[in-house]
């Protein structure tokens, strides 16, 4: 191993006592963990107590960008944040993009740890190697793009770029996400932990450069990438004109665009009103992220009614079947306005969307009544009553503060056997994609460490057909457990650590990204790897994302799906009458355990395995 | 005279033809009309063909700054906008503060000229001296804020500032403001104007510096102001604290903050819901223009039901007169929201919340009804309405559309006798200050040359007692003549030409702006003055703004009030049973035409006075 001038810094930030000190990054931990999610769970297993609340001050929060990422390495201006997630006390990560990442790294830090408790609202204002802990009084309560702004004016500085979390956070609402430009680092109730801090925002502006450690070797392996991004089919013909939605007609069509809190799939389409044509008329240009030539942000204007005038940039595909799909609203200019109104507010537009569509449900079905709802009608296709709910959410209005903090804990309130319309995977409500019609999906959504997210094992070779490791029918059971093992792993290793845009490693990396970083990695780094180190560290950091999961109390029984999912097909379409039985998922479970090394009884990593990944301490505390 | 290095600049900028091109500003120019609205109206005169449409591309659009902005004299940035107004067809001359004007200054100009029309919508892009024409697609519709940021990361450059319209000013509402950063430029359709023209923003950055030509008289000068500023008795303890709102104690004490469309003065005060208490507990902080250490920007936050998490920059007084006096609305988080609304659509706050004021009172005599209004509830209190109303304005929505040119145009569509329901004087809607008890704003309101407009002759005296030039009876008509031309001129002089802050002005140099001005004028351009001779500059754009209008075909009949102030005294409170006579209108009529050296039959500048003001010319032009 390369023992050279590679040195990583982390800031650690201590809002009970107000101090800010500057440590070394060990060059073991980014041999082994690279950066990004990597980093973050290291940091948080080694350093957080078992159960602690995660809402409480001994919680922490780990902003971590990659070792690319401020460099000319296109699609690098990523960061990640981990903290234990108050929605499913599982590993909480979750990624954003924008210019906060690069700014961070100028700064010189490739990890921000936040530890603590501010004693009333704080900003943190990091300039270099300066930090001031400042008070918040003036931008609490403030929607995020004013937060910002306001932050801006007042160091006098237009250049720094500010996290923040906006009202839902500061109401620690558990699906408060964390904003910085109009990019949010979503799900897992990470702004609920700022907001738990009385942490409003960060901001941050430096003057450093990232150094390079081989010129040569980084030229090539950057045109490498720069190759592979330009052969890609779809990365710059499509997804850069349309961004995520060329996810809209790829649903349609295979008739997995779920809907209705996941009753309507294949029979309610929102195809007419939000649909790609809808999309092309609302849009009024392109989003960039620092350094990133696809620009897949999509801006959209609504312009009807009192909705006219309100921009978005975006919503994404997610954000589509969210306030679409399963609200059952064929209205774009509704859905663009709630999208917005997430992102001011500072919550994030799944778990947001399928809460409305879960309450909804429970409305159609009775079980809320109209005393509940405090005379709103809430019933599947109301968009006003869903732009309204979100509002209601952040401030936790009337019936938004029961919706508050997701289905689980909902359900869990409201009782009436409302749980089984609950749609989430450890608490954490699910994407997009009828998994019951992509069941490499529903393996991911059961398994991924963090619940039901698509970012953490996406299955693309289901919904686009790319033959990568190889072909797969999106509807058989065989091979998906390896299949899952194997997109969990290499694109936490190519994308989630490094960190490059998943979309970049989903479109254009996935048949050789791990060639791509390894050859990076040296050239930036001076680090060396093979292609295969480059994918154990996305299962080193996998197993210890597991791990963490295992000693919070996480067993195979939490490898699961929502009761629906298992017991009632699809209702039409093209995927009309598929369903995942029980049988199914222990069939996957079994052979996506065998492929982790993980013991089958319990869903725990093997010492064996631990030990091969050089985690044997991880071992040592499970008491394996 | 000095004819040495003082060396200011024009930037004429053709939209129909793409073309940009510096001009010399002529040293006379600069001595005679100094700055700012000076500037404005002078090129507006001498270029100007009259009787031109204000919404074709013969008219033009002139944003002057003054010769102190950019420099450390304090409270200067500060621009003027003139055209002919869309909505008076007058001299439409409007104020704006924040960083635009000290960043037009860096850039290297004392005034942009506008000309033309752009072929599809445009925004101007100002690098020091290099100007690009570009495509507005992508900002065209938005809101004011999503503009300017957008188009910020467009241009990849945090530190531009731009000027812009909202979607007020693209459907040619003629109460459409122009915005730049939270600052408005209000009144007088100006909005319209640059929607008319399809230019939607001015960008601009600039690096240059402002040069001093006499460092030791600059810094006595700026020291003789900044001793005004702070021995103020009420700039640093009270305005800096509460801003404009310091009115609204004076005007509700005084019994004078008219309410319900003027017909609820004295009976109807919000003081409850929006007064100083209120303003209190919804303010997060203060907000500064450039150089300016007193801040009276109030950053106000909505916190209850559907608007909380709102911000407004203000709302001002005016603001709060407008949407919460005048619609009889007291609930200051709608007023926040109207206000922040108006900010975003780029309405004129003042005419919009007077025009809903009308609507309601049209509404609650019967002449609107339910038909009319598409079935919302017009009454005088409904927020809600009133906040809807204020989207579908800006939008041309329903009965928005009959609304949005103001009262004037709307009495004229509505007929049924609703024109003397409409307060406005040359087609501009009356401000804040029940004239009716206070007659010197009502002589200013009647004369100014913008149309009823607080801003170009605040009779300070008559609310808080100021005894300058000497003391007055607020009720008194007596020596109200010369009150008003004294004041009208010497704000022009000290406050739109140069361009110092009128809030500045009024509190702090109103006894001696003119000594002020000379010695600041001598210090920084070398140009030099008696005090008189910057009286007299006040005097000549006040007679060259006449002349404009003259031209127009104004006359004597058009320095009037509306009929109800003149026929209906006020209903209750401490200034109860006040009016003003047709008869001691004329009196302050006659006595200020005397004043001015006007024609009393005509109220036409005589040829004696245009000469002894070096204007011979325009008295050649209206062949006197």
Known sequence: MYTGGYAGKILRINLTDKTAKEEALPLEVSKNFIGGAGLGIKYLFDELQPHVDPLGPENKLIISVGPFTGSSIPSTSRLNITSKSPQTNAVGSALSGGYFPAEMKFAGYDALIVEGKAEKPTYIWIKDSEVNFRNAAKVWGLKTSDCQQIIKD???????????????????????????????????????????????????????????????????????????????????????????????????????????????????????????????????????????????????????????????????????????????????????????????????????????????????????????????????????????????????????????????????????????????VKGLELPAYDVRGAKAHALNYATAYPGADHNKGYAAQEIFGMPIPYEVDRLGYEGKGKLCKWNQDVQCATADCPTICSFVVLMALLHNGTDVVADLMEGLTGLSYTPDEIYEVGERVNNLCRAFNVREGFTRSDDTLPERLLTEPIPGGPSKGQLISKEDLKQMLDEYYTARGWDQTNGVPTREKLTELGLGYVADQLKL
Chains 1, 2 share one sequence.
């Open 154 to 424: 007042d160091l006098k500085d237009q250049n720094i770029r500010c996290m923040c979390i906006g009202p839902a956070g500061e109401n620690l609402s558990k699906m408060a996400c964390i904003i910085n430009e109009r990019r949010a680092a979503g799900r897992k109730g990470l702004g609920a932990v700022m907001g738990s801090k009385n942490l409003k925002a960060i901001a941050i502006r430096g003057t450093g450069t990232v150094a390079v450690a081989d010129q040569e070797k980084f030229k090539s392996a950057k045109k490498a990438m720069t190759d592979s991004m330009k052969a890609s089919p779809v990365l710059y013909p499509v997804f850069s004109k349309v961004g995520s939605s060329c996810a809209f007609d790829a649903t349609t069509d295979l008739g997995i665009f779920s809907s209705k809190n996941w009753t309507g799939t294949g029979e309610f389409v929102p195809k007419d009103g939000i649909g790609l044509e809808a999309q092309g008329q609302a849009k009024v240009g392109h989003a960039h992220c620092y350094g990133c030539p696809v620009g897949c942000g999509q801006l959209m204007l609504a312009r009807k009614g009192s909705y006219a005038g309100i921009l978005s940039e975006g919503p994404e595909f997610e954000t589509q079947y969210a306030f679409g799909g399963q609200t059952g609203v064929d209205n774009l200019d509704a859905v663009i306005v709630a999208d917005h109104l997430s992102d001011e507010l500072g919550l994030d537009t799944i778990s947001t969307g399928v809460t409305i569509g879960f309450a909804m449900e429970l409305f159609e079905k009775g079980i809320l009544t109209m005393e509940d709802t405090g005379g709103l009608e809430l019933n599947f296709g109301n968009h006003e009553t869903m732009v309204k709910l979100v509002q209601m959410i952040a401030f936790r209005q009337g019936i938004g503060d029961l919706l508050a903090d997701g289905v689980k804990a909902a359900a869990e309130k409201i009782g009436k056997g409302s749980e089984k319309f609950a749609m989430h």
